[in-house]
Structure formats: structure tokens, C-alpha cells
């Protein structure tokens, strides 16, 4: 086969896109951008009134948007998204997980409903999701796209008080690697990022609960939600059709090695 010099492309024209948790933060960040790179992007999330603005805003822009309300505990829910996403939008062909809520508690202090509302947010709705997209990629013989937000938290730990968002996102990792071996000779690429500390809601309510954390970091800054645009368009193109199974790790030297 003969690539071009260089072989990338970030135009992303044909394509559908369902991103979830994009009412804020990263989640609406990618929503924009892979709006902006010319896929129809259905923007999912809780909060409606956000999803309508954020869909606006990508129109007003010249993008297309379908702003999907979405509780990602909800199996059905998410079942019958990617079906009405593929009826409006035509076949999704890439999918971004980024919902994810914090525990921002001591393990030994949850309660089983917040345990619960984690597990079920950041690890069992990704992994439904994922195998609902997969299903249908499958029955059509066509290629696609997942990327899963992990966290740096997956790899380190203070002990400070969020046990539970930590296992989350480890397991998140290692679902996107044994998600890519069953699924490579389906032309799926199930690939992660994994970010630092960025700007962000959640960041925000951590900051809030124990103070200016970027002063301990290399760089004392936070992360831009705009410094991951490169790391998601590389994995949702043609680009990175040898790369799958892989986390890429985006957090500015702030965690420790």
C-alpha cells in the first residue's frame, strides 16, 4: 500500500462520533474539536440545558451536533443512544468514553451507593457502550474507532482519598487492551489517554477540597483541555491504524515515575 509523505490526516469528513460526558471539561472539548475536524458528533451527557448549548455552539460553527441526554449507568439508555444516534447520524464509527465521576472519598468511608455510582459510571457504562458500537462495527464489517479516558490516577496513588476512581481507571486501561486483541481483525483500534491534572469541573472540586495542588507539580500549571486535541485526532485517524491496545500518557511530568 502506498501512504502519503507524511501519512496524517485529521479530517475526520464521513465520520460519526458519540462522545460522552460532554457538558463539561475534556468531554466537551472533544465534541468541538471532532466537530471542528468535519464528523458529525453526537454530544452526550446529563445535563440537558449544556447539551443544547454545546450543540449550538458547534452549529453556529458550521459543525453538525446531536446533543444525546445520557445517563451512562443506564444499560438501556445506552443501548437505545446508539441506536438513536445511528438513526439520525447514520453508523457511529468512532467512540470517545469520557464520562467519569471522582469518589473524593476514603474507601473505607463510601457507602455502596457511591461505590456503585462509580463502578457503574466510569468502568460498567464504558464497557457497554463500547460492546454495543462494537456489535454493530462488526455486523457491518467496518472498521471504528474507541478511545477511553483514563486518568494518570490509574498509575499513582496518594492515599489522599479517591481508592475507588484509581481501580476505576486501571481497570479502564486494561479493558482498552484486552478490548483491542479480541477485536483487531475486525479492524476495531480500542486505544486510551490518560491525563494529568487539567482544567476542569472535576479539578476544580479537587482544588477546592485541597488547595492548589500545581504548585507541587515540575511545570506548577494545569493541563489545558486544548493540549489533548493532537492525542485524540491522532487516534480517531487513519493515522493510527497500526496503533491499538496502547494508553498515552498526557500529564507534563506531574506524576511520579
Not at 122 to 147: D, M, Q, Y
Not at 175 to 201: C, Y
Request: charged share 20%.
Amino acid at each position: 500500500m502506498n501512504y502519503p509523505i507524511p501519512n496524517v490526516s485529521h479530517d475526520l469528513t464521513g465520520q460519526v462520533a458519540l462522545v460522552t460526558g460532554t457538558t463539561s471539561g475534556l468531554g466537551r472539548r472533544f465534541a468541538q474539536v471532532l466537530a471542528a475536524a468535519g464528523a458529525h458528533v453526537a454530544a452526550a451527557g446529563r445535563r440537558t440545558e449544556r447539551l443544547e448549548e454545546l450543540a449550538a455552539e458547534i452549529r453556529a460553527a458550521g459543525g453538525t451536533c446531536l446533543p444525546v441526554p445520557l445517563d451512562v449507568t443506564d444499560a438501556a439508555a445506552l443501548v437505545a443512544a446508539v441506536e438513536r444516534v445511528e438513526t439520525e447520524l447514520g453508523p457511529i464509527s468512532i467512540l470517545v468514553n469520557n464520562a467519569g465521576i471522582p469518589d473524593a472519598q476514603y474507601a473505607a468511608r463510601m457507602g455502596i451507593e457511591l461505590i456503585d455510582r462509580v463502578l457503574d459510571t466510569n468502568l460498567r457504562g464504558p464497557f457497554v457502550l463500547s460492546c454495543e458500537v462494537a456489535r454493530r462495527l462488526i455486523a457491518r464489517k467496518a472498521p471504528g474507532r474507541i478511545v477511553n479516558i483514563s486518568s494518570m490516577g490509574a498509575y499513582h496513588y496518594s492515599g489522599s482519598g479517591a481508592a475507588l476512581y484509581s481501580i476505576t481507571k486501571a481497570a479502564i486501561d486494561r479493558m482498552t487492551e484486552t478490548l483491542a486483541v479480541e477485536w483487531a481483525r475486525f479492524g476495531i483500534n480500542v486505544n486510551s489517554i490518560a491525563p494529568g491534572a487539567f482544567s476542569s469541573e472535576m479539578m476544580d472540586g479537587m482544588v477546592s477540597r485541597m488547595g492548589d495542588i500545581a504548585k507541587g507539580f515540575p511545570r506548577k500549571r494545569y493541563g489545558d483541555p486544548a493540549q489533548l486535541d493532537s492525542s485524540l485526532l491522532f487516534l480517531v485517524s487513519p493515522a493510527s491504524e497500526f496503533v491499538t491496545g496502547t494508553v498515552i500518557k498526557a500529564d507534563d511530568g506531574q506524576s511520579p515515575r
